[in-house]
């Protein structure tokens, strides 16, 4: 949990309280037919997709880094997007989740929630969970620290050393411990665990604030063959109960985890299927192979 984050969750309420007054008032521009929440907190997938771009485009100094891209994904879909090194894998999942705006497009979550229309925090507190490469832990918090510290939200570490958990996240915490396999690490403080661990530990903290879609960038980037594997089982135990975008080079870890796979290339998707077929595809393979 980044400091970042904490302040996000100091707003959640502030932030609910604002898509209740949008969802009463709003009236006219993108508010009038697609930005508005009907319920705060839920999120409207009965058009079966949790999340949908279109024609999304973003130049950075005249450069197309993403271009007319479109996708969308299922709730409780895993989907893996692959592309080589430049395709905009990154600043798809920037766009997403308002760390980048696009210059032109559409982002929804849900059929509803207009994503352009919200700030990074915002977003984050609607439901969408991203995990960075690099795991940002509390190294001197033991595991159950970390993850109590994940619901805290609104309170500097310290004071929130004395925040207690209701029987609700209680039982989350309990249920998060047994998804990420460290129910017996509990006391362990984070910095003494592998880097699988402190992975695993980031992905609970951000289970914690129960999100509907997680965006995992490179997550066994680093990790042991035995911890990727563990990996792969815990992604395939998120599925359905979340909706997860894998973003990873490692293509024994897609072949092990994935239904259907993106190819991102140059701002856009260039092919789309099973792992077998996008890598079956003339395209692709001249996009990886460099022919
Ligand atoms: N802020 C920025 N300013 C200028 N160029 C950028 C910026 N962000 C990304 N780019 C460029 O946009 C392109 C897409 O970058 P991006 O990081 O999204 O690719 P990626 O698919 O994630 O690559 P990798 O697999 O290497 O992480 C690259 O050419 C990159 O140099």
Redesign the pocket.
Known sequence: MTPDLLEEGARRVEVHAQLEQQGRTASGGRAAGFGRVATPGEIDVTHGRILYLEDVSVS??G?K?INKLSLDIAPGELRCII?P???????MMDIITGKTRPDEGTVFFGSTIDLLRYKEAEIAQLGIGRKFQKPTVFEQLTVLENLELALKTGKDVASSMFFKLDSAQSDRLAEVLRTIHLADSVARRAGNLSHGQKQWLEIGMLLMQAPRLLLLDEPVAGMTDEETVRTAELFLSLKGKHSLMVVEHDMSFIKSISEIVTV?CDGSVLAQGTLDQVQADERVIEVYLGR
């Open positions: 950075f100094d450069f880094a592309g090194n430049g395709a905009g894998k990154t600043t991102l």
